[in-house]
């Protein structure tokens, strides 16, 4: 075998695996962003619910729980660290991450009207994980 046909099927390889995989997140990865820190003090569980819903209908294309886990993850620099994040169990870290991502969100005017409801982009997408 030739080595530019090689380099070419490894590529190809290193590309198509995590497709081919389907790049599910960890179940336990996804339970620790549902945690809603600031909502929670301030809105029943019921409510949140809710604006999951209604935001899933808002954003018809956010409402896969991979995609989903995959945006909050990601910084505004549009680096994912779904990997970092699920090789990992520290809970306080990723809670640190997606608070300061809020933060960044509202600083941002990243925020959406939800059911009434002014709250970050981040946010809402974990009340649609919620939602789920």
């Not at 996804?30 to 409510?47: A, G, M, P």
């Not at 999951?52 to 991979?66: C, H, I, L």
Request: a neutral charge.
């Amino acid at each position: 075998m030739k080595r530019k046909t090689f380099l070419y099927l490894f590529a190809v390889t290193a590309i198509d695996l995590p497709i081919l995989s389907g790049c599910r997140v960890d179940e336990s990865l996804i339970n620790s962003l549902k945690k809603t820190t600031f909502l929670s003090q301030v809105l029943d569980e019921k409510t949140i619910h809710e604006i999951g819903k209604a935001y899933k209908e808002m954003v018809p294309s956010e409402k896969n729980n991979d995609d989903l886990a995959e945006l909050i993850l990601t910084d505004s620099k549009n680096k994912s660290y779904v990997r970092k994040f699920s090789k990992t169990s520290d809970k306080e870290a990723i809670g640190l991450f997606i608070d300061e991502k809020i933060k960044d969100d509202m600083n941002n005017q990243m925020t959406r009207v939800v059911n009434g409801w002014v709250i970050s982009l981040t946010e809402a997408r974990q009340c649609a994980l919620l939602a789920n």
